[in-house]
């Protein structure tokens, strides 16, 4: 038989977790090797804090970390089931905790998440005690009493302040009524009650996925750009729409995004059909660096000249962003011209050595190989 594959293997390396539902943090960690990361740090701060203020119902583990093959690159991914009355609380204590350890570059609202009937956030910070290291750290939070979408598993489960309550088990229950305090959180952080207040949460979820697919273009990660490619247009597209009012109901961003690129040419002033142009051009572009770089100077420009002071607010963020996609694009240029001309100088002294050559070293310095 052609086309064999290890599957114990494949399987063993996508989880190294060996399916445990219930183990605590720290023999998580030890037990997956993952320790001596960075995000092992981070993350087991985080939930002590949230756990010794007694906001925790129960916390699950997502992502690579749960699954037991992180690398220094990798997201933390924190998933609490908490009392609704105290999301604030929760949301709060996770901000302190980010800041008092280095700085929250940028946040918001994580659209992308699996929606499991609460509410996701994605953080940027940068960590002090690790030279600065910028880290990804996700937290999602659903609710006692509001059951899941629809069924679902996650694993590890690393806390439950009530060993015969699993919130995973509820789905199918009828769900609570919401408590205000709940309601509030929910509109502030997802829409917010003016143009202003929507601009500044898309700005702000702009440059999470730039940032993001940043990080996936560095990492030879080339499959993810596709995903993050249509997360890029679909923000983009929802700045234009946002200023223009060009909305139809039930049609994607994306769908109308050609729509809204004319409508806005025709009936906008003179920025405006500049910054259409910008968006269309958006459009044509594969996801590349370049592409990042245009995107962030559309939407900086567009949400500047739109809401100035807001845009004050973001503007370090901005810089630190336009900073890293640069030399994320400088690195893939020079990485290529050192591997072209080692190429070259290999294959003018060495005849038989089998070398290796120029695609490979490419795809090897990209991170491609792995």
Request: with cysteine.
């Amino acid at each position: 038989m052609r086309l064999k594959c290890a599957w114990g293997t494949a399987a063993a390396k996508a989880d190294k977790s060996d399916g445990a539902p219930d183990v605590e943090l720290r023999e998580h960690l030890r037990k997956t090797e993952q320790t001596s990361l960075p995000q092992a740090e981070l993350l087991q701060g985080c939930f002590d804090l949230l756990q010794q203020r007694g906001l925790l119902e129960e916390a699950y583990l997502r992502g690579s970390i749960g699954r037991g093959h992180a690398d220094t690159h990798s997201d933390i991914d924190l998933f609490a089931v908490i009392q609704p009355e105290k999301i604030n609380q929760v949301y709060d204590a996770v901000n302190e905790f980010l800041a008092s350890k280095g700085r929250i570059i940028v946040g918001c609202h994580d659209r992308l998440v699996e929606n499991y009937g609460g509410i996701g956030f994605m953080f940027i910070a940068e960590s002090d005690a690790h030279d600065k290291k910028t880290y990804q750290f996700d937290l999602y939070m659903a609710m006692k009493g509001v059951p899941p979408a629809k069924p679902t598993t996650i694993k590890p489960r690393m806390f439950a302040s009530d060993p015969d309550y699993k919130w995973t088990d509820t789905y199918g229950e009828k769900s609570i009524e919401l408590p205000q305090v709940a309601k509030d959180f929910v509109h502030r952080h997802t829409s917010g009650d003016t143009q202003a207040d929507r601009m500044e949460l898309l700005m702000q979820e702009m440059l999470i996925n730039l940032y993001v697919t940043n990080k996936h273009i560095k990492r030879g990660q080339i499959s993810r750009t596709v995903v993050d490619n249509h997360g890029v247009v679909t923000s983009a597209i929802e700045f234009m729409q946002l200023l223009t009012g060009y909305k139809s109901t039930g049609y994607s961003p994306v769908y109308l995004g050609d729509e809204v690129v004319k409508f806005a040419k025709e009936n906008g002033d003179k920025e405006m059909v500049k910054a259409a142009a910008k968006l269309e051009k958006l459009f044509h572009q594969p996801m590349t660096s370049q592409k990042l770089l245009d995107t962030l100077e559309y939407s900086a420009t567009v949400f500047r000249q739109a809401f100035p002071e807001r845009y004050d607010r973001h503007k370090d963020a901005i810089a630190y962003f336009e900073k890293e996609i640069r030399a994320t694009k400088s690195g893939l240029k020079n990485g290529f011209n050192k591997n072209r001309n080692a190429d070259k100088n290999g294959a003018a002294n060495n005849n038989s050595t089998g070398g290796e050559g120029l695609v490979a070293k490419v795809k090897r310095n990209l991170g491609l190989n792995r």
